[in-house]
Nanobody, 119 residues
Framework: VHLVESGGGLVQAGGSLRLSCAAS????????MGWYRQAPGKQRELVAT????????YYADSVKGRFTIFRDNAKNTMYLQMNSLKPEDTAVYYC?????????????WGKGTLVTVSS
């Protein structure tokens, strides 16, 4: 599975960006996709996930109400709409795709896209 993120950039606080993650390869079986981010000097943290089977979503408290995760299955692409951006949202954002089945799990990562929010 190959994941390619795009859409990062520089934006002022209060602005918006939409990140995209295009998936290719053996994507059959992937049932959870998500976005993680890593700010300078910090550990990578979970931002949001989307579960294919029932369409449920999860958001970190820090982004609830501001970010929306969604998928376009026809395009095999996942998105993260980010509104009301804050300087603390500055990070490299990574796309993750996972196969979770009972005790079996395997995940894939993109190379990341940088989001910089200026104050």
């Amino acid at each position: 599975v190959h994941l390619v993120e795009s859409g990062g950039g520089l934006v002022q606080a209060g602005g918006s960006l939409r990140l995209s993650c295009a998936a290719s390869g053996e994507t059959f079986g992937i049932n959870v996709m998500g976005w993680y981010r890593q700010a300078p000097g910090k550990q990578r943290e979970l931002v949001a996930t989307f579960t294919s089977g029932d369409g449920t979503t999860y958001y970190a408290d820090s982004v609830k109400g501001r970010f929306t995760i969604f998928r376009d299955n026809a395009k095999n692409t996942m998105y993260l709409q980010m509104n009301s951006l804050k300087p603390e949202d500055t990070a490299v954002y990574y796309c993750n795709a996972a196969i979770v089945a009972g005790d079996y799990g395997k995940d894939y990562w993109g190379k990341g896209t940088l989001v910089t929010v200026s104050s």
